[in-house]
Structure formats: C-alpha cells, structure tokens
C-alpha cells in the first residue's frame, strides 16, 4: 500500500527558501509522478507543478517559473519542492499527491504549512 | 492555460440532490477530475475520467459532460457530504488547473 509522507511545519522569514519533502513508502518514487498543490489559508487549490514518472520531466506552472525547483532522491524514495524568494502570500498548506490508480491523483501526502513571515 | 468555473457555493437539504457545475471550453477535448475537501484534511478523489468512481466513494457521487461543462451530482446527500468540492483538469502541454470551488452546505 502506498503511502505518502510530508516533513513538517515550517517558518520562514520572507525572502528565504523552503524545501519541503514527500516520502514514498510502498512503492519506489521512479513508478510514480508526482504532483505539488498549495492552498493558501482559506483559498482554493492551486497547482504549482509535477514530476512525471515517464521521464522525471519537471512542469511548473507559470506562477512559479523561476521559484520553484522540484527534485527526486530516488535512493530513499524522497520528492523535493523548493520554493525560492519566500514572500507573505506563500504562506500556504502544500501537498504531495500521486496516481497509484486510474491515472488520477487518488493519494495525498498529509500536507505541509509553510508560513511566510516579514 | 485556462480557468474552471465553479459556483461559490450550493446548499441542500438531506436526501436532496446537489449538483455542482464546471465550465471552461477545454473541458470539451479533456478529463476532468473531482476532489472533495473537508475542513483541515486533504483532498479526496471523487470521480475521475469525467464519469468514473473510485472504489470505496459511495454510488451517490456521479459525474457527467456535456461540452464544456461538466457536473458532480451527489444524490441523496447526507450531512457527512459537507465539504469543498473542486474539478481538476489538465491541457494539451501537462499544464493542470483546479476550478474555484465549490462549498456544499447541507441544511
């Protein structure tokens, strides 16, 4: 059974960086994408980019061109989200997700706050 | 990239039907997904491939297309349906978007 894994809470100051993870137990990270989704506090669900399993090919959305870096560690089966250049409106829940069936998103890491302070 | 529309919000009675609507022209040439969300837990998928219910989501959730509009039904609705809903769908080039969402309340 797949399971998805988040690191913890983290506070920032704006302008600096945040790497969160998502560890893949129950499969290897090299079968699996894997998509990156933020919420801001009592906002939507926003894509911020995903890794494709296929060929490990990063997509960001637009948004965060530039901020954003996503990377794999397939030793220890850890997803990588770095955002960059922190300011107040990326305080935010951030989320790891992955297709385990269907080819759609069905399983979701607990979610990572990340908050942004000046 | 494209947006997803959604209504704010819908309001139901128990053992009514809610239906939620998403639109956008792309929706006419790709999947759309849903998630429900409840308070403090991540999302859950609903519905997938436009009409598909993933094993363990009760047959009340159904999903169908119409052009570029798609809908979640939730028929009989129970107070435990209470939560945010939102379609997903994805263009050409992997670029995924998530619709404005949806707060179903039950009355």
């Known amino acids: 059974q797949v399971q998805l894994l988040q690191s913890g809470a983290e506070v920032k100051k704006a302008g600096a960086s945040v790497k969160v993870s998502c560890h893949v137990s129950?499969?290897?990270?090299?079968?699996?994408?894997i998509l990156w989704v933020r919420q801001a506090p009592g906002k939507g669900l926003e894509w911020v980019g995903h890794?494709?399993?296929?060929?490990?090919?990063?997509i960001y959305a637009q948004k965060f061109q530039g901020r954003v870096t996503m990377t794999e560690d397939t030793s220890t089966d850890t997803a990588y989200m770095e955002l960059s250049s922190l300011r107040s409106e990326d305080t935010a829940i951030y989320y790891c997700?992955?297709?385990?069936?269907?080819?759609?998103?069905?399983?979701w890491g607990q979610g990572t706050m990340v908050t942004v302070s000046s | 990239s494209f947006d997803l529309t959604q209504p704010p919000s819908v309001s139901v009675s128990p053992g009514q039907t809610a239906r939620i609507t998403c639109s956008s022209d792309?929706?006419?040439?790709?999947?759309t997904y849903w998630f429900q969300q409840k308070p403090g837990q991540a999302p859950v998928l609903v519905i997938y491939?436009?009409?598909e219910r993933p094993s363990g989501i009760p047959e009340r959730f159904s999903g169908s297309s119409s052009g570029t509009t798609v809908t979640l039904t939730i028929s009989g609705v129970q107070a435990e349906d209470e939560a945010d809903y939102y379609c997903?769908?994805?263009?050409?080039?992997?670029?995924?978007?998530f619709g404005t969402g949806t707060k179903v309340t039950v009355l």
């Open positions: 491939k436009d009409t």
């Open positions: 792309a929706l006419s040439r790709q999947y």
């Open positions: 890794v494709e399993a296929e060929n490990g090919e990063a």
């Open positions: 997700a992955t297709r385990t069936a269907y080819n759609a998103f069905d399983l």
């Open positions: 129950g499969n290897t990270l090299t079968e699996l994408s």
């Open positions: 997903q769908s994805a263009d050409n080039s992997a670029t995924y978007v």
